[in-house]
């Protein structure tokens, strides 16, 4: 899994401004939204009460990495009423696993540069 793998999920220029250039802050960041996907990924299902909160939480840590896709998502789960919540929250899940897997991407490729020095 390389930079080549990226799907466009995630505008990691956005975090590069955030953490001005600053690689290693970056991975953190990285790291950190990846273990926190795997809390909030339990939440996502409209029988959870908590999906909303989850959604919530999740739609600022994606804009906060340059998921858009993903905040988008969550911003209309958000809105949903009980008739159009499950599909919503669906949405959110795709688009959470098309992030993640940019995120593990670059990641790798961030490990792959520091090992070349």
């Known amino acids: 899994m390389s930079r080549r793998d990226l799907t466009g999920a995630v505008d990691f220029s956005v975090l590069d401004q955030t953490v001005a250039g600053d690689?290693?802050?970056?991975?953190?960041?990285?790291?950190?939204?990846?273990q926190q996907a795997q809390m909030w990924r339990p939440l996502l299902s409209s029988d959870n009460e908590g999906w909303r909160d989850a959604v919530h939480t999740l739609r600022g840590a994606a804009l906060g990495?340059?998921?858009?896709?993903?905040?988008?998502?969550?911003?209309?789960?958000?809105?949903?009423d009980d008739m159009t919540a499950a599909a919503r929250i669906d949405r959110v899940v795709t688009a959470l696993d098309g992030a993640l897997a940019d995120v593990a991407a670059w990641r790798h490729e961030l490990m792959l540069r520091g090992l070349k020095g």
């Open 23 to 34: 690689q290693a802050i970056a991975d953190e960041v990285l790291g950190l939204f990846q």
């Open 65 to 80: 990495i340059g998921a858009r896709d993903l905040g988008g998502a969550c911003e209309l789960a958000e809105a949903a």
